[in-house]
């Protein structure tokens, strides 16, 4: 049972532009949430995170929302810029939980020059 | 500088023999985990340890065993019983204080089991 859904597996955007990577949740326990980015053959380095107190929370050119009745949370990258081309993972933690990460599938981001 | 090492950066041995992963870390965090990594699949948590002398099975960790004799080490050892031990395997360690959830990830191993 996937209790963090990344469905996209893939995002391609031209440089400079928007990018926006989803993410979805079912456990509802979740209350803290991470985004990591990870490029090949590396460990993932974190991002941004967000409390479920917050909707927003910004870092940047981060911004990552949360929206608690929809169980949804997005990654906002702006401008984006080729060296953002990597794969970025959601994570979920339950506040208490002995720190433990459950984490998405991870989206491919490429960025077009 | 602090951080997290693992060693090495690629293993390979032959089906049917043990295998240590190293994990070290110096930035004084209580918990440290190993994850695996598939093509295609997140990461999957194989176990974690919060203390010293104490550790609890992830979700996958059926063919792996761990010690955690010092807070700066958590080694990963990949037994002939896992089915599917050819992976990426990532450590990484967190600190208590402050309420954060960031986890810090080390660069990785890369086990090859022909």
């Known amino acids: 049972d996937q209790q963090v859904k990344q469905n996209s597996p893939s995002l391609s955007v031209q440089e400079g532009r928007i990018s926006i990577l989803n993410c979805d949740y079912t456990?509802?326990?979740?209350?803290?949430f991470l985004w990591y980015k990870k490029y090949p053959a590396e460990g993932p380095t974190f991002l941004i995170s967000?409390?479920?107190?917050?909707d927003k929370n910004e870092d940047g050119r981060f911004t990552v929302f949360l929206n608690k009745s929809a169980k949804h949370l997005s990654l906002h990258i702006v401008p984006s810029q080729p060296g953002d081309s990597a794969v970025y993972f959601c994570?979920?933690?339950?506040?208490?939980?002995?720190?433990?990460?459950?984490f998405g599938k991870g989206i491919t981001l490429s960025v077009r020059p | 500088d602090g951080g997290i090492t693992q060693s090495p950066k690629y293993l390979f041995r032959k089906e049917g023999q043990n295998v240590t992963l190293s994990c070290e870390q110096n930035?004084?965090?209580?918990?440290m985990y190993w994850y695996r990594q598939d093509p295609g699949q997140g990461l999957r948590l194989i176990y974690y340890?919060?203390?010293?002398?104490?550790?609890q099975k992830g979700d996958i960790a059926e063919g792996y065993s761990v010690s955690r004799e010092k807070k700066e080490s958590f080694p990963l050892t990949v037994t002939s019983a896992q089915k599917n031990p050819t992976a990426f395997y990532l450590c990484?360690?967190?600190?208590?204080?402050?309420?954060?959830?960031?986890?810090?990830f080390g660069p990785g191993t890369r086990l090859t089991v022909t």
């Open positions: 456990n509802s326990m979740f209350d803290y």
């Open positions: 967000i409390s479920s107190i917050k």
């Open positions: 990484a360690s967190t600190s208590f204080l402050g309420g954060s959830y960031e986890q810090y």
């Open positions: 930035l004084n965090h209580d918990a």
């Open positions: 994570a979920a933690s339950v506040a208490g939980a002995n720190s433990k990460l459950t």
């Open positions: 340890s919060q203390i010293v002398n104490d550790f």
